[in-house]
């Protein structure tokens, strides 16, 4: 079946510090990848994705790129800011027999930015 | 953006009693809706996959007579704990499907619902 890792947190860093956040996958097929972010008292938000090998995805200067190889997908941000603390979850989502596209998720970090 | 709301936010009942849950698409019309439960520090996992005008599809090993879901109409999908038991106390989170042609189609999250039973 298909399965998510993503680094453990939580992760507290420093404003305009550099970020990684590391996920890997399993799946059997060729998935899509997303990465959500979920701010305090807020529900789960789309930040990128990306749907085959190679592409990058990018929004709000964070940026991932799908690697098959790999099968990873690291989300990265060059200069983090307070603003940015909030939990961040990699996800796949692979079409299923039926028509709705299920997505597997994976536990979760917590980023804490610091002024 | 697509909006999805949940109510109540938050609920505590006692156990052996029964609570619903609403998630309803504010903006736009689903017709598949998502249960997700969420145990503190752990993935969201999926419970249930809800098509309007028909039956829900559980995920293997969640009991279907006691997460009753109903989705009557294209932007309200419901859930249900019957029987409510201290380890159904969770976090439970709705995501609604905007079929988009072409498009990967993409899921919109509800902020949750934290169910506590005493």
């Known amino acids: 079946g298909n399965s998510v890792t993503q680094m453990e947190g939580p992760v507290t860093l420093s404003e305009e510090a550099f970020l990684t956040i590391n996920c890997t996958y399993t799946a059997t097929g060729y998935p899509s990848l997303f990465w959500y972010v979920q701010y305090p008292g807020e529900g789960l938000q789309l930040l990128l994705k990306a749907t085959k090998a190679d592409d990058k995805g990018s929004n709000k200067g964070f940026e991932a790129t799908y690697r098959k190889e790999t099968t990873s997908f690291h989300l990265e941000k060059g200069s983090v800011q307070v603003s940015d603390s909030a939990v961040y979850f990699c996800a796949l989502s692979e079409e299923s027999s039926g028509s709705a596209r299920q997505l597997t998720f994976g536990s979760g970090t917590q980023l804490t930015v610091l002024p | 953006g697509a909006v999805v709301s949940q109510h109540p936010s938050w609920v505590i009942c006692k156990s052996g009693t029964s609570v619903k849950i609403e998630c309803r698409s504010l903006d736009f019309q689903a017709t598949t809706m998502f249960w997700y439960r969420q145990f503190p520090k752990q993935s969201l996992m999926l419970m249930a996959t809800?098509?309007?005008?028909?039956?829900?599809?559980?995920e293997q090993g969640v009991e279907k007579d006691k997460f009753l879901i109903n989705h009557a109409s294209l932007t309200l999908s419901t859930l249900t704990v019957t029987s409510a038991h201290p380890e159904d106390s969770s976090f439970y989170i709705c995501s609604a499907r905007s079929p988009l042609a072409g498009r990967v189609s993409e899921q919109y999250f509800g902020p949750g619902t934290r169910l506590t039973v005493t």
């Open positions: 809800s098509n309007e005008g028909s039956k829900a599809t559980y």
